[in-house]
Nanobody, 116 residues
Framework: QVQLVESGGNLVQPGGSLRLSCAAS????????MGWYRQPPGKQREFVAS???????NYVNSVKGRFTMSRDNAKNTAYLQMNSLKPEDTAVYYC??????????WGQGTQVTVSA
């Protein structure tokens, strides 16, 4: 089992940037596929981005060109760099880890608010 701790959420103005971090407890972090999901107010949780153990990334269309997901296996940490933020990016952002047996693990979430 792996524990995930997100950080980096904040209040930011439209057009601003934030970097979210997801620290994992497992030293076998490198074998996990990692992902970011978000839950806007009053809506269901949705996929944002993912990165495989090999470093391949995938993004939802609404964030392509603005968000970049990366990982540092030496630090057991995944990141989500968010640029050109929009009010519709406001949500609780959750980190996800998927092990080779396709079991899912979730962090507690971090709030991102984009508002003037």
């Amino acid at each position: 089992q792996v524990q995930l701790v997100e950080s980096g959420g904040n209040l930011v103005q439209p057009g601003g940037s934030l970097r979210l971090s997801c620290a994992a407890s497992k030293t076998t972090f490198s074998i996990y596929a990692m992902g970011w999901y978000r839950q806007p107010p009053g809506k269901q949780r949705e996929f944002v981005a993912s990165i495989t153990s090999g470093g391949s990334t995938n993004y939802v269309n609404s964030v392509k060109g603005r968000f970049t997901m990366s990982r540092d296996n030496a630090k057991n940490t995944a990141y989500l760099q968010m640029n050109s933020l929009k009010p519709e990016d406001t949500a609780v952002y959750y980190c996800n880890a998927k092990d080779p047996y396709l079991r899912n693990y979730w962090g507690q979430g971090t709030q991102v608010t984009v508002s003037a």
